[in-house]
Antibody, heavy 120, light 112 residues
Framework: QLQLQESGPGLVKPSETLSLTCTVSGGSISSSSYYWGWIRQPPGKGLEWIGSIYYSGSTYYNPSLKSRVTISVDTSKNQFSLKLSSVTAADTAVYYC????????????WGQGTTVTVSS | QSALTQPASVSGSPGQSITISCTGTSSDVGSYNLVSWYQQHPGKAPKLMIYEVSKRPSGVSNRFSGSKSGNTASLTISGLQAEDEADYYC????????????FGGGTKLTVL
């Protein structure tokens, strides 16, 4: 059974770079049938798509975050990663990694989420 | 990219049916049959309930159904149960020239 697990610092200082990794287990990140995405949820608010990546390295970003976001994939480790630069308190959120199907683009498998707080 | 529009809250009594709407534009919901719905209980990750407008993943109750008309998608839950109380989010593909995804603002379902 496919599982996704987010990892990374829970506290990031303002203006610094947030870095998270999603480890995929029970399946291969190199499958041609899926994209891999990052979604976040600020406290008490809704879901926001951050961006997604294909195993080949092709990346797609939310236009509102594009200037600050980098998503990368490491197929040898079965992981993909998120970097968000110049963070502010507005970037405080639960960050989820998830799998998109290629055909319907639905997010069918999610990680449990990791809370990141931006504070000095 | 603007968020899809959902009602902030809906409610219903056990056994009743409710419908949650999700309004987008001709650039997202109206152009693609790539609308999905997610259920989220407090403190938990979202769970896929409907994909490609009206398809149900294996294991999801047939009390959940989806539809679309024009720029508005809908999620209907019939035979409401206490365990259905949760937040529900719609999501649509929105990329005409590139891969782009947009979520709705979410709807809190209260089972009275």
């Amino acid at each position: 059974q496919l599982q996704l697990q987010e990892s990374g610092p829970g506290l990031v200082k303002p203006s610094e770079t947030l870095s998270l990794t999603c480890t995929v287990s029970g399946g291969s990140i190199s499958s041609s049938s899926y994209y891999w995405g990052w979604i976040r949820q600020p406290p008490g608010k809704g879901l926001e798509w951050i961006g997604s990546i294909y195993y080949s390295g092709s990346t797609y970003y939310n236009p509102s975050l594009k200037s600050r976001v980098t998503i990368s994939v490491d197929t040898s480790k079965n992981q993909f990663s998120l970097k968000l630069s110049s963070v502010t308190a507005a970037d405080t959120a639960v960050y989820y990694c998830a799998r998109h199907t290629l055909l319907g683009l639905e997010l069918d498998v999610w990680g449990q989420g990791t809370t990141v707080t931006v504070s000095s | 990219q603007s968020a899809l529009t959902q009602p902030a809250s809906v409610s219903g009594s056990p056994g009743q049916s409710i419908t949650i709407s999700c309004t987008g534009t001709s650039s997202d919901v109206g152009s693609y049959n790539l609308v999905s719905w997610y259920q989220q209980h407090p403190g938990k990750a979202p769970k896929l309930m409907i994909y490609e407008v009206s398809k149900r993943p294996s294991g999801v109750s047939n009390r959940f159904s989806g539809s679309k008309s024009g720029n508005t998608a809908s999620l209907t839950i019939s035979g409401l149960q206490a365990e259905d109380e949760a937040d529900y989010y719609c999501c649509s593909y929105a990329g005409s020239s590139t891969f782009e995804v947009v979520f709705g603002g979410g709807t809190k379902l209260t089972v009275l």
